[in-house]
């Protein structure tokens, strides 16, 4: 019997061998997200040699150093958990940054990555990272939203509506689906969000990677989404304060209060008192539709409104950190509705995204509700307020009224 095994072990691992895999490896592992350590040694050139893997829907690469970049690139190949078939080689973007201010800037554990990838079901990988100088402890995050024993699948949406933390509104709060909802798993949130002052602007972002999902997947890209920033990157919760999939559905991003100004992990250098908004789908050769278009516009106008402010409007702020565009303390005249190129030096959110801001701004004007009262104030900051989850908004009435151009910015 041991003679049998043993060669079922070796006609095992010479299968393996003549397919060019190696077996499943991980350095560590959670329900949820598992790890794979890239050997170093060449500081140019670094790969893994396709292997089979945990089950995953949704790939990033990350490193030791959180202020470190990636000045290169980082190719990935999956294989099909359904079909068994490879995908082309894939790029991922490697512009994330770690928070420029506030306690998750100094985190134990926060790492630099690339953005994360949605592949869809999959089990096997290989991957390609090459560069001027690699920053050292690379490893291959593979993220199964899906996973674990106590994955949430929520599909009810309960209204829980309260009153806006800072005015009322110049346009009607647009449905959100709720952190509940979509999954997030609270116990993963160890510290409580940091409020700034008032929101001054909001910024557009896209995910990247792909626009090959269904909206039935949306859920479970915003939980992926969530799970890497917060068990990958070591972030203390999803870096944005909203998310939209190409369906046109808005979801709550990090916890705190949707109408409150959280501090985010959006932009490097203008987190403080901005908001965001990021597309699910990479807008750079795909172009947006009307259902995007509106959502970002409904988001921004309630969002802005809050604080009295039209979003067609610019606004000054200073750079909290060198980005690569910026010197910190560096003032900057943004649009009140920018895209992440605008305040770092990226792509996002996509040429085709960022061509529809200008369309997004007037959409974003003509949302707002007649008669609405201007706040006396943009709002001071709200640093001791309880925290909030940031209540679902499902089934609230959408607002049809004309713009606020003309208001003032208070």
């Known amino acids: 019997m041991p003679s049998l095994l043993l060669r079922t072990a070796v006609a095992t691992a010479l299968a393996f061998g003549a397919l060019g895999l190696t077996q499943p490896a991980r350095a560590t592992a959670s329900d949820d997200v598992h790890t794979l350590r890239v050997?170093?040694?060449?500081?140019?050139?670094?790969?893994?040699?396709?292997?089979?893997?945990?089950?995953?829907?949704?790939?990033?690469?990350?490193?030791?150093?959180?202020?470190?970049?990636?000045?290169?690139?980082?190719?990935?190949?999956?294989?099909?958990?359904?079909?068994?078939?490879?995908?082309?080689?894939?790029?991922?973007?490697?512009?994330?940054?770690?928070?420029?201010?506030?306690?998750?800037?100094?985190?134990?554990?926060?790492?630099?990555?690339?953005q994360p990838l949605w592949t869809g079901p999959s089990d096997g990988i290989q991957v390609r990272v090459s560069g001027s100088e690699l920053p050292e402890g690379l490893r291959v995050e593979?993220?199964?939203?899906?996973?674990?024993?106590?994955?949430?699948?929520?599909?009810?949406?309960?209204?829980?509506v309260v009153g806006p933390a800072a005015g009322a509104p110049l346009a009607a709060r647009p449905k959100v689906t709720s952190r509940s909802a979509w999954g997030a798993d609270e116990s993963l949130v160890k510290d409580p969000p940091t409020y700034t002052g008032a929101t001054k602007a909001m910024f557009v972002h896209h995910t990247a990677g792909t626009n090959d999902y269904t909206c039935s997947e949306?859920?479970?890209?915003?939980?992926?989404?969530?799970?890497?920033?917060?068990?990958?990157?070591?972030?203390?919760?999803?870096?944005?304060?909203?998310?939209?999939?190409?369906?046109?559905?808005?979801?709550?991003?990090?916890?705190?209060?949707?109408?409150?100004?959280?501090?985010?992990?959006?932009?490097?250098?203008?987190?403080?008192a901005t908001s965001s908004v990021s597309v699910l789908g990479d807008y750079g050769r795909t172009t947006v539709n009307s259902a995007v278009r509106a959502s970002i516009a409904k988001v921004a106008a309630w969002k802005l409104g809050l604080y009295g402010i039209d979003p067609t409007g610019t606004v000054v702020l200073t750079a909290g950190a060198d980005n690569g565009k910026y010197k910190s303390g560096q003032k900057v005249t943004l649009h009140r509705v920018s895209g992440h190129r605008d305040?770092?030096?990226?792509?996002?959110?996509?040429?085709?995204?960022?061509?529809?801001?200008?369309?997004?701004?007037?959409?974003?004007?003509?949302?707002?509700?007649?008669?609405?009262?201007?706040?006396?104030?943009?709002?001071?900051?709200?640093?001791?307020?309880?925290?909030?989850?940031?209540?679902?908004v499902e089934g609230l009435p959408e607002s049809a009224g004309p713009g606020f151009e003309g208001l003032l910015d208070r």
Request: net charge negative; proline share 9%.
């Open 218 to 272: 949306s859920a479970s890209i915003v939980r992926g989404v969530f799970l890497y920033h917060v068990r990958s990157n070591g972030w203390n919760d999803i870096g944005y304060h909203f998310l939209v999939d190409k369906c046109g559905t808005v979801f709550e991003g990090r916890a705190g209060g949707i109408d409150r100004p959280v501090l985010g992990a959006h932009t490097y250098g203008f987190n403080t």
């Open 142 to 160: 593979l993220v199964d939203p899906d996973g674990g024993s106590d994955a949430v699948h929520t599909a009810v949406v309960d209204p829980d």
């Open 39 to 114: 050997p170093d040694g060449d500081p140019h050139e670094r790969s893994l040699a396709p292997r089979t893997t945990e089950p995953f829907s949704m790939i990033g690469v990350t490193w030791d150093d959180p202020d470190a970049t990636l000045d290169g690139t980082a190719h990935v190949r999956t294989r099909s958990r359904e079909s068994g078939e490879w995908s082309a080689w894939r790029a991922l973007e490697t512009d994330v940054r770690t928070p420029e201010t506030g306690p998750e800037h100094d985190r134990a554990g926060v790492r630099g990555s690339t």
């Open 343 to 392: 305040g770092s030096p990226t792509e996002c959110p996509g040429k085709n995204l960022y061509d529809d801001l200008p369309e997004i701004r007037t959409l974003a004007a003509n949302a707002g509700t007649l008669g609405a009262p201007v706040p006396e104030s943009a709002g001071p900051g709200v640093e001791g307020l309880p925290e909030s989850a940031g209540p679902g």
